[in-house]
């Protein structure tokens, strides 16, 4: 008989050997005051499965990892403080509702390792299915306590209370939890067979009452989908068989009541669950929306660990009555009744908020998408800007291969001035030594000395102008050296 839990598990994984995650260490480790403070600083971590692989050598076909756990699978092991879980379901409230590669749930390893009163509520709060599934060898976690022992006997009635059915479940080798317990050894093993004994009377006057209508599968060594809706719809309280025929029409009546105020309760909390499931489902959609989220699940949670513990405690309490009261069972429903009811309100207040919370977290969303797009568009103008800096740099490149070019012209310019100047000198010398020689010729020289000073006007004239030429050659580069350095700022400014 299998149940499918309304859960979809994390799909976040890691190796333990490779990049295990700070959360499973600080678990391994026992360091419960740095798990839950990385659970509250980066909840991911709690949703994020660890797997160990085998061996190259070891490895097979059919079995390629050793384990894979989550967090709180990890933790239930190894006996954690309450306040462990606690903030481990409040970052991943779908936490105890998933199974591990064994097919275990983390209540299954609670169990199976005397955890605390706390921790059991805590789990059986979040995932109260648990209790009627099985592991690969068919065993509930009732078969954990009774073959291993709990911490407290109360956690045996804890897990009967949130389904008795499983009182007379067999595993796969067809033991019960009393056989089990009759079997084992431990410190609590007698007051285990003791509860275990009561609350198997307790099942049977009910079952008893019921025969026309539900059966149990001995075949199979399984409870019926028949029993089992009887032992669910019946699975909160119900008191020791009275000797009495009075007594026992009394039972009759107050079995009746209940079963129909707790269907109501059940039903209320299924309604809360669902909706539950849809607000984790749009926590996980942002790491700023999952904040929001967290608080509203662990706030959902902690009103449901309340009706929990209060029904706990009326399961108690109405065992001490029906052994110790005389009062009249008509007068004990009605204020069971009441109470129920105070309950139901209450849960629909919780409702109301959950439904405006999601109100306000579709909002952030939509705030959130304006931001994505906002990135978007500030990423394409970033990415313009890149390529607009590229050009920039491009066009400097040629700038500066001109300004070569134009040094290497002025250097080929001023040997050429040089020259001329050299020239020049030499002729200055000649002239002076010919109007020395011919002095006494000066009539047929003057003509030859004005011939020779127009030539030496037009040198100097020649000089002028190829000075004129250097002086706006050295004007161009200057301009070309200021127009490279604004584009050099120009450049800067863009990579800042």
Not at 461 to 489: F, V
Request: net charge negative; charged share 30%.
């Amino acid at each position: 008989m299998s149940f499918d839990l309304e859960v979809s598990p994390s799909t976040l994984e890691v190796d333990f050997d490779k990049n295990l995650t700070e959360l499973y260490k600080a678990i391994t480790d026992q360091s419960w005051d740095d798990a839950i403070a990385i659970c509250k600083r980066d909840p991911i971590q709690a949703a994020t499965w660890v797997v160990r692989h085998y061996d190259e050598e070891d490895a097979t076909e059919e079995q390629e990892i050793m384990w894979r756990f989550l967090p709180i699978h990890s933790a239930c092991a190894r006996h954690p403080p309450a306040s462990v879980v606690d903030a481990l379901i409040k970052a991943y409230p779908d936490g105890p509702k998933c199974i591990d590669d064994q097919g275990m749930y983390a209540l299954h390893y609670a169990c199976g390792n005397q955890a605390s009163q706390d921790v059991i509520r805590s789990l059986l709060v979040c995932c109260p299915e648990a209790t009627r599934i099985r592991d690969p060898r068919g065993m509930l976690p009732i078969h954990y306590l009774a073959c291993w022992g709990p911490s407290s006997v109360s956690v045996v009635d804890m897990i009967l209370v949130a389904h008795r059915g499983v009182i007379n479940a067999r595993d796969e080798e067809g033991k019960t939890p009393l056989d089990l317990a009759e079997e084992s050894e431990y410190p609590e093993r007698d007051d285990v067979i003791e509860v275990l004994k009561r609350w198997m009377v307790d099942d049977t006057s009910v079952i008893s009452e019921e025969t026309s209508k539900h059966s149990i599968d001995s075949s199979s060594n399984m409870i019926s989908p028949l029993s089992t809706k009887l032992s669910h719809a019946q699975s909160s309280i119900t008191m020791s068989h009275r000797p009495s025929m009075m007594s026992a029409l009394s039972q009759r009546t107050y079995d009746e009541e209940e079963k129909k105020e707790e269907d109501s309760v059940v039903s209320g909390l299924s309604k809360m669950t669902k909706h539950t499931t849809a607000t984790n489902a749009s926590r996980k959609s942002t790491l700023s929306a999952a904040t929001e989220a967290s608080k509203l699940s662990a706030m959902v949670l902690q009103k449901e660990k309340e009706v929990s513990e209060l029904k706990a405690k009326l399961a108690q309490q109405a065992i001490l009555l029906e052994r110790e009261s005389k009062a009249p069972w008509e007068l004990e429903s009605k204020t069971w009744k009441e109470r129920f009811e105070a309950l139901l309100d209450h849960h629909q207040k919780v409702l109301s908020e959950t439904q405006s919370t999601n109100a306000e977290l579709e909002k952030k969303n939509d705030e959130l998408n304006f931001l994505r797009e906002t990135l978007a568009e500030t990423q394409g103008k970033l990415l313009r800007s890149q390529q607009e800096c590229d050009g920039l740099r491009d066009t400097l490149g040629d700038l500066m291969d001109k300004h070569e070019t134009f040094k290497k012209r002025s250097g080929a310019v001023n040997g050429r001035l040089g020259s001329l100047t050299a020239s020049l000198e030499s002729m200055m010398e000649n002239q002076s030594i010919m109007q020395e020689t011919l002095k006494p010729k000066s009539t047929s020289v003057s003509e030859k000395y004005e011939a020779r000073k127009k030539l030496l006007q037009e040198l100097f004239q020649m000089e002028e102008s190829l000075q004129k030429d250097e002086e706006i050659l050295e004007q161009t580069l200057m301009k070309q050296s200021r127009e490279l350095s604004a584009i050099s700022a120009i450049i800067n400014a863009a990579k800042d």
